[in-house]
């Protein structure tokens, strides 16, 4: 039997939601269980250090292996929702005391710029996220120790492409708003190609640490992604979050994957 | 008349201990020696305190923000730069990314580009497809990946320096320096020798120079009066690195080199001072070398300095210029943040001057 093991942050609610739904459709052969979900839900994130100063997989992680282990001749598959956060929030609003524009240089030599303020290089900005993500990568390779069939890294979930969308669902949250003292006339979302430029380079800061990991990267379907690259299917909670119907589609892509790869 | 009676009229009787070698030096044990004279201001808590000059300079940095009172950062990296990226280049060593600034022709013409009076036409190299800053060819890695971003990001920078001119109470300055490379044509002042890490060496292009004293005090000279004319109150406190060169390109020993440049360098210190009100000439450089601490404040490499020798310079620092009931409220202040203009960011030690024997 193969056993599906989710932990992440925030991002996985919308796989739990849908999970009620979704067991009644994977069949019998293959389980799912969301282990962690939630900011706090994995504590020190992926692996934590224990007293000898030694690297190990989270225990939260660990322990729901194990216990999936139970029966010989399970298969174990540990999902992780981590380390997508950034690219569904980084640049989403325009700070008014700090605009930014991204330049990028193709290999014609020309140069292009998104955004407008203060210009940084695209190839400063990809090595900050790949540094943001070095310890993110360690426990990937961390998780291995398990012996798990497979380890998947879930790609960072596309974008929303409407501006009024965003601003519209953010309203939602006044009272939150307030106490951070930010009035909804002072939010003011980033062009959308600034947007789509910063999540393109998390989402191949993301793609590289799960190649250097050597765990699976699982990419949102194509019916999932609109022709220019943003979300593609109306599924936003809020400005960064998804709906549990994005999130029965991930679980059904996983399913897919997993039946694929089992062969 | 008596014995006693010879020296009544001697000129140096009476005068306070500090003048005399055996009291101040010889018997003082040396962590003690303190060879300031006090302040001719004091540093509050409201002041702003800029930094830049060479090597040495990196550490009153340091100690400045460590101490809690306000060390002036106006050049910071972009929050899209990740912050372990952003040490990496450069930020917060000193109050702008200038990097060293090891001569004052260099200072001088700092200013002048920052204010667009000097505008060289030499303002960028290229390396392979990126773009190098020649006043700071190490402060990106790898330099830029694109004209716009190091224009955008030279922009920031003149601004910055414009800030630190005009809104800086106090403006540390640390020379280094009396070996330079400039260019043929235009006599721009690079940091580091074309080629030496950076750019390519051109002997029809480039030509060194070693500044004679009253070069470096000249340009000092106008560099100060520059910053007073835009910024009538600001304060300066000078200082001269006791980092020996790393090499000399006289035809003569690198000992011989280091002693003439420093000589200039605290000379031309001497006369600024004296001659501009608003300036004070701070020690540091005896208090490494001194016959007091017979080279144990240095390193096995009789170049790079101990803690101890920085904890000593910043002792009389402290002692001499901070305000102590400023203090308290610069570290309010700082803890605040509010307005983005006290860092809370120093980055680790850096020296361009070893690319030189890379």
Not at chain 1, 11 to 30: M, W
Not at chain 1, 31 to 52: D, I, K, Q
Not at chain 1, 65 to 72: C, F, H, I, L
Not at chain 2, 150 to 166: G, K, L, N, P, T
Request: aromatic content about 8%; overall charge negative; charged content about 25%.
């Amino acid at each position: 039997m193969d056993k599906v093991l989710i932990f992440g942050t925030s991002h996985t609610n919308c796989l739990a939601r849908a999970l009620p739904d979704f067991k009644k459709e994977a069949g019998d052969d293959i389980s799912f269980e969301v282990v962690a979900r939630g900011p706090m839900g994995l504590p020190g994130g992926l692996c934590v250090t224990n007293h000898a100063g030694e690297k190990i997989p989270n225990p939260l992680i660990d322990y729901a292996t194990q216990a999936a282990n139970m029966r010989r001749g399970n298969r174990i598959w540990l999902i992780s929702v981590l380390a997508m956060n950034n690219a569904n929030t980084t640049g989403m609003f325009r700070d008014s005391a700090a605009p930014f524009a991204v330049a990028s240089r193709a290999e014609d030599g020309t140069e292009t710029v998104v955004g407008s303020g203060r210009v940084i290089d695209e190839d400063l900005i990809k090595r900050g996220h790949l540094a943001r993500l070095e310890s993110h990568k360690e426990g990937l390779k961390t998780l291995k120790s398990l012996k798990p069939h497979r380890v998947v890294q879930l790609a960072p979930y596309p974008i929303m492409r409407d501006p009024d969308e965003i601003v519209e669902l953010l309203s939602q949250f006044p009272e939150r708003l307030a106490a951070r003292g930010v009035t909804a006339d002072e939010i003011q979302v980033n062009p959308v190609e600034l947007r789509k430029k910063i999540w393109d380079m998390e989402f191949e800061a993301c793609k590289i640490v799960a190649e250097e990991a050597e765990v699976d990267f699982l990419v949102s379907d194509n019916h999932m992604i609109g022709e220019d690259g943003m979300r593609g299917i109306d599924s936003s909670l809020d400005p960064a979050h998804c709906t549990p119907e994005w999130g029965l589609e991930i679980l059904r892509q996983l399913k897919g994957h997993i039946e694929q790869a089992a062969g | 008349m008596t014995k006693q009676d010879k020296h009544a009229t001697c000129p140096y009787r009476g005068l306070p201990e500090t003048s005399y070698w055996r009291n101040s030096v010889a018997e003082t044990r040396m962590a003690k020696v303190q060879p300031v004279q006090g302040g001719s201001f004091t540093i509050g808590g409201e002041d702003l305190i800029s930094t830049a000059g060479s090597c040495f300079a990196q550490h009153i940095a340091q100690h400045l923000l460590r101490s809690g009172f306000g060390y002036f950062v106006p050049e910071e990296p972009h929050w899209m730069v990740n912050p372990h990226i952003a040490q990496e280049m450069g930020y917060g060593v000193f109050s702008a990314r200038y990097a060293n600034i090891y001569t004052t022709r260099q200072l001088l013409q700092t200013f002048q580009r920052a204010y667009g009076e000097f505008e060289p036409k030499e303002r960028v190299w290229k390396d392979g497809d990126r773009y190098i800053d020649p006043f700071r060819p190490f402060i990106q890695p790898d330099g830029f990946a694109t004209q716009a971003a190091f224009d955008s990001d030279q922009e920031h920078h003149f601004a910055s320096i414009r800030r630190i001119v005009e809104e800086s109470s106090v403006f540390v300055f640390t020379l280094g320096l009396t070996e330079a490379w400039v260019s043929k044509d235009e006599g721009i002042v690079f940091p580091v020798c074309p080629g030496c890490g950076a750019g390519t060496f051109d002997e029809d292009r480039y030509e060194f120079k070693n500044f004679r004293m009253e070069e470096v005090r000249d340009d000092l000279l106008a560099a100060l009066k520059f910053m007073r004319a835009r910024n009538p109150d600001i304060k300066v406190l000078l200082t001269v690195s006791p980092v020996p060169l790393i090499a000399t390109a006289e035809p003569r020993h690198v000992l011989t080199s280091t002693i003439y440049s420093k000589s200039v360098l605290r000379v031309a210190a001497e006369e600024v001072s004296q001659a501009l009100e608003m300036c004070d000439y701070f020690p540091s450089y005896e208090i490494i070398t001194g016959q007091h601490a017979g080279n144990a404040y240095y390193e096995d490499d009789f170049r790079s300095v101990k803690p101890e020798g920085v904890a000593h310079v910043m002792r009389c620092f402290s002692e001499n210029y901070f305000d102590k009931a400023g203090k308290r409220k610069a570290g309010r202040r700082a803890a605040g943040k509010a307005d983005g203009r006290v860092s809370a960011k120093v980055n680790d030690l850096l020296c361009e001057e070893e690319k030189l024997v890379e």
